[in-house]
């Protein structure tokens, strides 16, 4: 014979345990929020960013602290997955996400662009990830997506390094002329 009340009695146990553990993941998330509250708010895209250098399409796994792979910023929606749609422009790079918070990454934030194999909860294999590393309030960041295409991911990278070594001569050009002029 089977006792039923004792049955019903574990599901419900187990059902609240399980709702516990959802609430204690859904409260940790908000923490670490609160943690990353000092990161400002995401420049937005420009009136005019130019034309598009490259596009692509595939999704956005996340952010963290640069080097950090495991260290996940959830601020301002950084942490949330999603598709996404991204557009090179001389202003930047343009993340678009239905669902999500859009957000851009000026081209003088711009850091580092590399192939890796993974993010914070995503791993791929080897140079499955196309990871743009960029500054934002003080703080370095890795950004991680993957295209539809993998074939795009190292097209990606040579243009953005490229673009990211032309601002850093200029800036030296600059910081020359500056000095030069007092």
Do not use: C
Request: negative net charge; aromatic residues 8%.
């Amino acid at each position: 014979m089977t006792d039923w009340a004792a049955r019903i009695g574990w599901l419900v146990g187990l059902a609240l345990f399980v709702a516990l553990v959802y609430w204690l993941m859904r409260e940790g998330w908000k923490w670490r929020g609160t943690l990353q509250g000092d990161l400002p708010e995401l420049p937005a895209t420009p009136d005019d960013p130019g034309p598009a250098k490259l596009e692509m399409s595939g999704r956005y796994h996340g952010s963290t602290t640069a080097g950090q792979w495991l260290d996940r910023i959830v601020a301002h929606g950084l942490g949330t997955r999603s598709r996404a749609e991204l557009t090179l422009t001389d202003a930047g790079v343009d993340v678009v996400r239905p669902g999500a918070a859009d957000f851009f990454i000026p081209v003088a934030a711009l850091r580092e662009a590399r192939l890796d194999k993974g993010i914070a909860g995503k791993v791929l294999t080897e140079g499955g990830l196309l990871i743009v590393t960029w500054e934002h309030g003080g703080k370095l960041l890795d950004s991680g997506f993957r295209s539809d295409r993998a074939a795009e991911h190292n097209e990606w990278v040579e243009t953005l390094n490229q673009m990211i070594q032309k601002v850093e001569e200029t800036e030296k050009v600059h910081k020359k002329e500056t000095e030069g002029a007092r």
